[in-house]
């Protein structure tokens, strides 16, 4: 389980530059009218073209949307929640992307999203399977001693 995080992992930090790439080539030769036009001019009088992660309302990314309890069952519904949110968000870019050089990289990445969620879904009935059914989650074997 722990190299098939660690390789998703990776993966979803190439996914976030592949997305930095089509925002800096969608906007790295906008006029300031097109710019303007697009509501791109908050996001460019702090950033220029240069990428700054935020989600599409502007906030900033932060540590803090990535949720660990150090716990095997719930971290990965943690994961299975995030896989799913993601494709949500590429269906949703897929609604309104009309250039294939955008279509095309955005259904590649959706894809890879639903890989990963079946990955975790493995992982995690790897995981249930190794704990006592009748404390499925009454308690973190990992850290608590058998009653």
């Known amino acids: 389980m722990g ?9 979803e930090l190439a996914h976030l530059e592949m997305i930095s ?9 906008r006029t300031p ?17 240069g990428i700054y992660p935020a ?20 971290d990965l519904h943690e994961d ?3 896989e799913q949110k993601a494709r ?6 897929l609604r309104y992307a009309e250039d294939p050089d955008v ?5 590649f990445l959706r894809q890879r999203e639903v890989v990963h969620y079946q990955r975790f879904g493995e992982a995690l ?6 704990l006592d059914s009748k404390n499925f989650y009454a308690m973190n074997p990992a850290f608590d001693k058998k009653a």
């Open 55 to 74: 989600d599409a309302s502007g906030e900033p990314f932060s540590a803090l949307t990535i949720d660990v309890a150090g716990d095997p069952i719930t």
């Open 80 to 82: 299975l929640a995030a």
């Open 103 to 107: 279509r095309d990289p955005i259904k």
């Open 21 to 29: 790439t089509i925002v800096y080539q969608l906007t790295r030769n």
């Open 88 to 93: 949500t968000t590429y269906d949703n870019i």
């Open 125 to 130: 009935r790897i995981a249930t399977d190794h």
């Open 33 to 49: 009218e097109q710019i303007k036009a697009g509501g791109f001019q908050d996001y460019f009088i702090n950033h220029t073209t």
């Open 3 to 11: 190299n098939n995080d660690t390789d998703i992992g990776t993966e």
